[in-house]
């Protein structure tokens, strides 16, 4: 899928919170452990990453055998990749802040080429990138991200923040706006190693190895 698809598909995520999950459904057990982890999220001390890129890559592989896959056969064939080597490249995690709190305790760096799908999910955070030279450090691109509130109160439906893509080679942080706890879901997608992709070297040579 193009950058553009990807960002489509992000849109359309919402996060159902606690006062949208119905009691009264035969689900009531699993919507009451949901209702749990929403709180235990929302009041998390310290700023803590959830690594979700297993489950992620279990949904992309059962997906897959439906009748409109989100990655298509023709898109492998495009690229020269079976699935297993494209969920390879894919990582998934929620990154949540309390109020206030940034993400300096964590690395937020991938390789230069990669593209990084952003999600608010709940609160407000201001985004930015950190620019280097010697000693200097500056922030770059910084943006401001708020949730909107939700207007439709008969609704059960969460209001949608629009998604954003970043690219890999300078590190990336997020402050929490000072109005409560934040949450944000990211989506990678690295770049194709170089051993994947086609040359005319002998690849035994590049790699340290002799040629035979």
Same mark, same amino acid.
């Given at each position: 899928? /193009?950058?553009?698809?990807?960002?489509?598909?992000?849109?359309?995520?919402?996060?159902?919170?606690?006062?949208?999950?119905?009691?009264?459904?035969?689900?009531?057990?699993?919507?009451?452990?949901?209702?749990?982890?929403?709180?235990? #999220?929302?009041?998390?001390?310290?700023?803590? &990453?959830?690594?979700?890129?297993?489950? #992620?890559?279990?949904?992309?592989?059962?997906?897959?055998?439906?009748?409109?896959?989100?990655?298509? *056969?023709?898109?492998? *064939?495009?690229?020269?990749?079976?699935?297993?080597?494209?969920?390879? =490249?894919?990582?998934?995690?929620?990154?949540?802040?309390?109020?206030?709190?940034?993400?300096?305790?964590? /690395?937020?760096?991938?390789?230069? %080429?990669?593209?990084?799908? %952003?999600?608010?999910?709940? %609160?407000?955070?201001?985004? &930015?990138?950190?620019?280097?030279?010697?000693?200097?450090? =500056?922030?770059?691109?910084?943006? =401001?991200?708020?949730?909107?509130?939700?207007? @439709? @109160?008969?609704?059960?439906? @969460?209001?949608?923040?629009?998604?954003?893509?970043?690219?890999?080679?300078?590190?990336?942080?997020?402050?929490?706006?000072?109005?409560?706890?934040?949450?944000?879901? *990211?989506?990678?997608? #690295?770049?194709?190693?170089?051993?994947?992709?086609?040359?005319? &070297?002998?690849? /035994?040579?590049? /790699?340290?190895?002799?040629?035979?």
């Amino acid at each position: 899928p /193009s950058a553009k698809e990807m960002q489509a598909v992000l849109d359309d995520v919402v996060l159902k919170m606690p006062q949208d999950l119905s009691m009264d459904s035969a689900l009531s057990l699993q919507n009451e452990k949901c209702n749990q982890w929403l709180q235990w #999220m929302k009041s998390t001390p310290t700023p803590l &990453f959830l690594d979700l890129t297993t489950h #992620m890559h279990q949904l992309i592989t059962e997906n897959h055998k439906s009748e409109n896959p989100w990655v298509s *056969e023709e898109h492998l *064939e495009s690229v020269d990749m079976n699935l297993e080597q494209y969920i390879s =490249r894919i990582s998934c995690h929620v990154i949540l802040l309390p109020s206030g709190a940034e993400t300096s305790p964590l /690395s937020l760096v991938e390789s230069t %080429g990669a593209h990084i799908y %952003g999600k608010l999910l709940y %609160g407000g955070v201001s985004r &930015f990138r950190l620019l280097k030279s010697g000693k200097t450090v =500056r922030r770059a691109g910084e943006k =401001r991200e708020v949730m909107a509130p939700n207007r @439709q @109160q008969q609704s059960n439906q @969460q209001p949608s923040h629009p998604s954003w893509v970043q690219l890999g080679g300078l590190e990336r942080k997020y402050e929490a706006v000072d109005m409560g706890p934040a949450a944000i879901l *990211e989506l990678a997608l #690295m770049p194709r190693q170089w051993q994947d992709l086609p040359t005319i &070297f002998d690849k /035994s040579i590049l /790699s340290g190895g002799a040629c035979v």
